[in-house]
């Protein structure tokens, strides 16, 4: 991607792809260069090759922060996303960290201050569950990417080995939803459908130039109809819920093995399950129904692992208590429903019903429109539980698209909220976030502006659309 204009960055990622200067594009460097010149060296004194291994973390992140400047917000309702609410609050970031979140009292001396009276400030949006990149805009089939639908365990895979930075959904999640964090999940046809990545929405040549520093990795499983319809359709277990679960079982049971021998012939599937074994990765399970939920949770105790969250979980509100108590997060729409039958029994009350059973809740989009409008999607959430006599503030509805992600994704400690030490992402917005007639203004991502609504040269346009009707419009 590239910015049309933006002053730190020159306009053509193409021209200048030879360089790696300290301010260069993220993703100039690799990580397999060191290690590819000390296996010739080996080979030349007679040794044997060897690849880097897990622990030496191929695919590392090279993302850098975009340069930003000392910044002071004054005079907005600040939600922080743990809970709390400022009016006419002060939010001041530097060197891409917050440095204070308070009341007007707060001095700007040193900052540049811009002046938000009637708007309202939050920390960036965080999606938990999407496809970007995997499944891009145009969704044709050359890009269709998400799904390795060819065994019902696919635990080798990795979901950013598919990405494609120039997504144009990207960017518009960033300036229409004011997202600055996504979790790339691979697709639900397979029990195990393989790792998942977390990225910074920032414009980067490669996915190691958007991969968020120091994030875990995930693991995107997937119970129900999908993989029994995607399997038995062609003949093969699993074909029914039964067969989901012994397939499951039977693969952990290998990967255990694998973890215990001392030194087992290295396997890529059972690498990631024994990272989960470790619990170095997350479980993001795929899963509609209550039953289901408690079958995979029990599941995971006879296996010694550990479930993350639940996505789409319809029927969650009828398990919050076993939930909580499991410490299992919902990452659910505000929404969808009966669209199959697994899906009958969704309730538009389910995050309210979730929240009151003191259970974790995180509104997730699945959907390149849907990310767009997460902050909608919360407020629709929130409203149905009102109809039901249920009041969720709105700093804690706040919450469900911020900080309960980052917890769920494992980066709460870096990012989510608006706390002294945490990474200036940020979002001004034009009016309450949890109404439809908002949008962001301004979005910063470790305290440099990525996007400007009052400035058309700071949009940011995928080399995808360069030429094409509209590009970097605000759609």
Not at 116 to 145: E, N, R
Request: hydrophobic share 40%.
């Amino acid at each position: 991607m590239r910015f049309r204009g933006h002053p730190a960055r020159p306009a053509s990622i193409g021209v200048i792809a030879g360089l790696c200067g300290a301010m260069a594009l993220a993703g100039c460097t690799t990580t397999g260069s060191a290690n590819a010149n000390a296996q010739r060296a080996a080979a030349d004194d007679g040794e044997t090759y060897a690849a880097s291994t897990e622990s030496d973390g191929p695919y590392a992140s090279t993302y850098q922060a975009y340069p930003g400047v000392p910044t002071a917000l004054v005079g907005a309702v600040v939600y922080d996303g743990a809970g709390g609410k400022i009016e006419n609050g002060t939010v001041l970031f530097r060197d891409g960290k917050v440095i204070a979140v308070g009341d007007a009292s707060l001095s700007a001396e040193g900052y540049r201050v811009i002046d938000g009276a009637g708007k309202y400030v939050t920390p960036g949006i965080i999606d938990i569950h999407s496809h970007l990149g995997d499944y891009p805009s145009p969704s044709v089939d050359a890009h269709s990417d998400g799904n390795e639908a060819t065994s019902p365990t696919t635990p080798d895979v990795w979901a950013e080995h598919s990405v494609w930075p120039q997504d144009p959904g990207f960017s518009r999640a960033l300036a229409n939803g004011g997202v600055t964090a996504l979790q790339i999940l691979p697709g639900s046809a397979n029990l195990m459908g393989g790792r998942s990545v977390t990225l910074k929405n920032v414009p980067a040549r490669t996915v190691q130039g958007m991969k968020f520093p120091g994030a875990p990795y995930g693991f995107k499983m997937a119970c129900g109809e999908n993989p029994k319809r995607v399997y038995g359709g062609r003949g093969r277990k699993p074909s029914t819920r039964m067969g989901n679960f012994a397939v499951n079982r039977q693969t952990w049971l290998a990967a255990i093995d694998y973890a215990n021998s001392d030194n087992p012939e290295r396997d890529l599937a059972k690498e990631t399950l024994k990272g989960v074994l470790d619990g170095d990765i997350l479980v993001h399970n795929h899963c509609y129904r209550a039953d289901e939920m408690a079958f995979v949770m029990d599941m995971a105790k006879e296996m010694g692992y550990r479930v993350t969250a639940f996505h789409h979980a319809v029927e969650a509100y009828k398990i919050g208590d076993l939930l909580r108590e499991n410490g299992v997060c919902s990452a659910i729409w505000a929404d969808w429903w009966g669209f199959k039958m697994e899906a009958y029994d969704g309730i538009l009350e389910n995050a309210a019903l979730l929240q009151q059973a003191g259970a974790c809740v995180v509104i997730h989009s699945d959907s390149q429109d849907d990310i767009q409008r997460l902050n909608q999607e919360a407020a629709k959430a929130q409203a149905a539980g009102r109809r039901m006599g249920i009041a969720i503030s709105d700093a804690e509805v706040i919450g469900w698209i911020t900080l309960n992600a980052a917890q769920a994704m494992g980066i709460a400690e870096m990012t989510g909220s608006l706390e002294a030490g945490k990474m200036a992402d940020v979002v001004l917005w034009n009016g309450d976030p949890l109404s439809v007639y908002s949008r962001p203004e301004k979005v910063w991502i470790d305290g440099a502006l990525m996007f400007d609504a009052l400035d058309p040269k700071r949009r940011p346009v995928s080399d995808f659309e360069l030429g094409q009707p509209g590009a970097g419009d605000v759609k």
